[in-house]
């Protein structure tokens, strides 16, 4: 059963398709006032990125050994471990992040499509940032094949042979 509050999302959900997009991205999506949750940060290199354009920054791998290779490299910037399943360990860094940033292996491929976005539906859910951008070529290609249905008001029932109103043939 659908949870109400998953339809009501204000957050963005941004699909890029490697490491070029996903950190072309930045310079568009994350301004001077946000703080930024980066998950899967490896050895840090895309959060210092984010860094150089937003209020505070937090670099997450679920590997501390990921994490303190980056705290050396950048031991300017915060990193952290996360589990990008644990969503109650993202809200027990008590930071009220605005935009998140994922780049998670296992994550870009058509299979693990459906995992993505119960991930991005929770951290929206949970976090409510105002964008998600994620690093994964499947969700981008889905994205850009996607339209969303709106309902047109009909104003009369349909006779028989009649087209039906609420299904009209776009122009593709």
Not at 19 to 43: F, P, Q
Not at 63 to 82: G, K, M
Request: charged residues 25%; glycine residues 6%.
């Amino acid at each position: 059963m659908a949870n109400e509050k998953q339809f009501k999302l204000k957050t963005v959900f941004v699909g890029t398709r490697g490491v070029r997009e996903y950190r072309e991205s930045i310079a568009a999506w994350v301004t001077r006032d946000d703080v930024v949750l980066e998950i899967g940060c490896e050895k840090g290199t895309t959060t210092a990125i984010i860094a150089r354009h937003c209020k505070e920054v937090l670099g997450t791998d679920v590997s501390l050994e990921c994490v303190q290779r980056a705290r050396r490299i950048y031991p300017h910037i915060e990193f952290a471990v996360l589990d990008a399943y644990d969503v109650l360990n993202a809200v027990a860094f008590k930071k009220a992040f605005t935009k998140v940033y994922i780049d998670v292996s296992g994550l870009s491929g058509y299979r693990s499509l459906l995992d993505l976005i119960a991930l991005l539906n929770m951290y929206a859910t949970v976090l409510e940032p105002k964008a998600i951008i994620v690093k994964s070529g499947a969700l981008k290609h889905f994205a850009e094949h996607c339209r969303a249905w709106h309902s047109v008001p009909v104003a009369h029932t349909p006779a028989e042979g009649d087209v039906d109103a609420q299904s009209p043939v776009s122009n593709l």
